[in-house]
């Protein structure tokens, strides 16, 4: 490839010297968004949705602003032609253009492309191998940065370091335990995932509880505590990072659960000081209870907040590499 760029996506963990890089440059643009806005002027990123959103598509196109990007949006799954991922087939049915086709056409006319795509959890080896994603990078030729794959959401790990990071506890190492909640549907391990990797590469110690049969991929929890007692886990916690996620093991089932695991004010009795964080969406009532969400625990709006700023120091970072400054 011509493109230095077209080396470096952002799909995973970084590696921790990078990752703390990426902190530091997201508390930069927090409190100076518009420091860097000639930045990517003359850029353009495309940010192609195969799955809706909220705060990913509306952050990422803020941060590219603040940096002198032009941003498109494109909700591919809603707006634009039914995609084939399958090499050789014969296209007579509901698809109607090639992941190779459209990738190349998307190639020409960004400098830098995202993507958003869930798992099928149904089909675990595809969604093993990223499958859509991996397409896309083969295809586009461009640097890629992942708004959620199957696998992992990175930008939403990057902010919920960066919210950590700004709420660290006085002169000793935070405790973070990441808690399966209860969900209605089948959801994606992705978000779990990459809290895991990110917060165990950032060194933090971590805490992971679920009710037995929704143990994650070990890939992403080696060097985490499994704790199947919820109670247990919470104790003397910092932050409590609240997710749902369906089995991995019998993928992509829900197999029941007694308990209630919904967090509740009571759930932290013995965890006076932890914070509770959560990516959004979130069902009220469900996975967490109004109290907490509304209460002083919740760092749920910070979150959001701070994926402008790991947005924006993902591009800021790309850019760096584009024009080969550092
Ligand atoms: N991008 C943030 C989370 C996206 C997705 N949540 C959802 O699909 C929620 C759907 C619902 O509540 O019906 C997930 O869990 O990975
Ligand atoms: N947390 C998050 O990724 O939100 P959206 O799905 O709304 O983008």
New binding site residues.
Partial sequence: MNNPASAFHFTEFPGFEIAQKLIESGIFYKNSPRYDLHKGRGKRLGCIFL???L??RISTQIAAENLGMESIVLNMDKEAWALEMEDGTLMNGNTVEHIKDAGGVLGSYFDFLAIRS?PTLSDKEADMNDKVLNKFIAATGKPIISL?SALR?PL?SLADQITIQQHLPQGRKPKVVLTWAP???S??H??ANSFAEWTLGMKHDLTITHPEGYELDEKFTEGASIEYDQSKALEDADFVYV???SSFRNYGKTPPVRDNWMLKESSLSQAKNAKVMH???V?RNLVLSDEILDGPRSLVQEQAANRVFSAQAVLSHMLDLTTGQK
């Fill in positions: 799955n809706p959103s705060r990913t869930f959620e959401h939403q969900h209605i549907k959801l994606p992705a978000v997710k749902n996620w990516c959004l969406p069902r």
